[in-house]
């Protein structure tokens, strides 16, 4: 078959266009909805309505109208608080103000008043528990106030999983370098590995380790939501649960913060073992310390965000084991010293420590220590 230029050309273009939509559908499942029936006073749907939704923080709007049902849907809304308006000639006009959280489907319905009555509808904040009534998920949101007042020992926003109803600590499954699978956390009664991570709509998972792929700082998390049963057909590769996690972005005002967090040896407490054995408590000391800023760089427009973080850790760990001693190693066999001869010295740094004997025998064992670089205080 003799393909043309024009022929090739096409392809390219279809095969382009194929991934872009592909990339475009996966990555909603950070983003909400706002759908709605818009009826008169008696009760009657109204179909032709204008339905506008801004965005609070950006000022960006979108609009719809009513389908001949009277019902009406926008999607791929950011996380944020949005303003709904709805207005039709010989109706006042209607107001409401919703949250709209990561993956969300949220329901404004819109009974209009006729004009003239003094009775427009205005909601400028919407209080306590919402129950799902548009899908069979069970989820959990974290907001950006528990990110930001709940304690977490790392400032992992990860950590903060577990506040949500159907999580449960996986200590277990962790990867040879001491990093939790799944997030660290069993969803759904499922191993953590089973967990599916995304951030921003995109796949946050490490493959081979099933690890959290990238660390995020958590002032730049503005809330994640924990899917824990039914998610729906968007969320997909997960038989435990997803971990759905939305960053902040910039708004109309210019907001950011700058941090410095210290964990040092001298202010933390030694173990029980060390304190038995008499070993002093290993050094450690760890800053944390990073910024974050966004704002606007044309109003209503085009806006930034930025976070970066930095971690350094400084300490040591004491290990401590158990040696024979050159008594007991002298009423061995002739093969047995040679083998500890040639390969079992000590190292400089080992410090040596008493002496273990029962029933008038020589001392066969005695406890030896010595430091490593770790990061004792993890």
Known sequence: ????????????????????????????????????????????????????????????????????????RITNLEPGAYEVTVAQPGFDAFKQRVQVTVG?????????????????????????????????SISQVVNSTQITQLPTLTRDPYDLVQIAGNAAPDPTQFTTTGTPRGGGFNLNGQRAASNNILLDGGENRDEFT??????VPLDS?????????????????ASGGVINVATKSGTNGFHGSAYEFNRISALAANSYQNNATGVTIP??????FGYSIGGPIIKDKLFF??????????????????????????TTSANTQAFFNS????????????????????????????????????
């Open 1 to 72: 078959m003799n393909w043309g230029r024009n022929s090739a050309g096409t392809v390219i273009a279809v095969l382009f266009l194929l991934v872009l939509t592909t990339t475009f559908a996966y990555s909603q499942t950070e983003t909400g909805q706002i759908t709605g029936t818009v009826a008169d006073p008696s009760g009657a749907v109204v179909p032709g309505v204008t339905v506008t939704i801004t965005n609070v923080g950006k000022g960006f709007t979108r609009t719809t109208t009513t389908s001949s049902s009277g019902v009406y």
């Open 104 to 136: 969300s489907r949220n329901t404004v319905d819109a009974r209009l008043a006729v004009k003239g009555q003094g009775t427009t509808v205005e909601v400028v904040a919407e209080g306590g528990a919402q129950v799902n009534t548009t899908d069979q």
């Open 210 to 215: 099933a690890a959290v792929g990238m660390p």
């Open 221 to 237: 998390v503005q809330e994640f939501r924990v899917l824990s049963n039914g998610f729906t057909a968007e969320y997909g590769r």
């Open 283 to 288: 050094r450690f000391t760890r800053n944390q």
């Open 305 to 330: 965000f930025n976070s970066i973080e930095w971690t350094r850790v400084r300490g040591n760990d004491t290990t401590q084991g158990v040696v024979p001693t050159p008594a007991f190693l002298a």
């Open 343 to 378: 390969l079992g010295h000590l190292k400089p740094d080992v410090t040596l420590g008493p002496t273990f004997a029962a029933g008038g025998f020589p001392a066969a064992f005695q406890r030896v220590s010595y430091n490593t670089a770790a990061d004792s205080g993890g």
